[in-house]
């Protein structure tokens, strides 16, 4: 991902999409470049306009459907007192109910 991300930075910011460009970058950002993957970054990368590929990137995002939607508030004949319900059992927990785990976090 850092290397396709290396790449959108080079091409956003006018250089031409290259081995030389991505390395460059990722070295600004203190990352050790894979030569492996750079290459094939480059390759996938090579002859297509960037920003027709995240315009098509962005139009297949669109058709995936993203978790449930929460229902309408007032919708339908519900009754008031059974909206009220849920809220009603939600109860806090303490930090002691965390410790019933048998392991600590930094242990």
Same mark, same amino acid.
């Given at each position: 991902?850092?290397?396709?991300?290396?790449?959108?930075?080079?091409?956003?910011?006018?250089?031409?999409?290259?081995?030389?460009?991505?390395?460059?970058?990722? &070295?600004?950002?203190? #990352?050790? %470049?894979?030569? +492996?993957? #750079?290459?094939? #970054?480059?390759?996938?990368? %090579?002859? &297509?306009?960037?920003?027709?590929?995240?315009?098509?990137?962005?139009? &297949?995002?669109?058709? #995936?459907? =993203?978790?449930?939607?929460?229902?309408?508030?007032?919708?339908?004949?519900?009754?008031?007192? =059974?909206?009220?319900?849920?809220?009603?059992?939600?109860?806090?927990?303490?930090?002691?109910?965390?410790?019933?785990?048998?392991?600590?976090?930094? +242990?």
């Amino acid at each position: 991902m850092r290397y396709v991300a290396a790449a959108l930075l080079a091409a956003l910011g006018g250089a031409e999409v290259n081995a030389k460009s991505i390395e460059k970058i990722l &070295k600004a950002a203190g #990352v050790d %470049a894979d030569a +492996d993957e #750079v290459s094939k #970054v480059v390759s996938e990368l %090579a002859g &297509k306009n960037v920003e027709e590929l995240i315009a098509e990137g962005k139009e &297949k995002l669109s058709s #995936v459907p =993203a978790g449930g939607a929460a229902p309408a508030a007032g919708a339908g004949g519900a009754d008031p007192a =059974a909206a009220e319900a849920p809220k009603a059992e939600v109860k806090e927990e303490s930090e002691e109910e965390d410790d019933d785990m048998g392991f600590g976090l930094f +242990d």
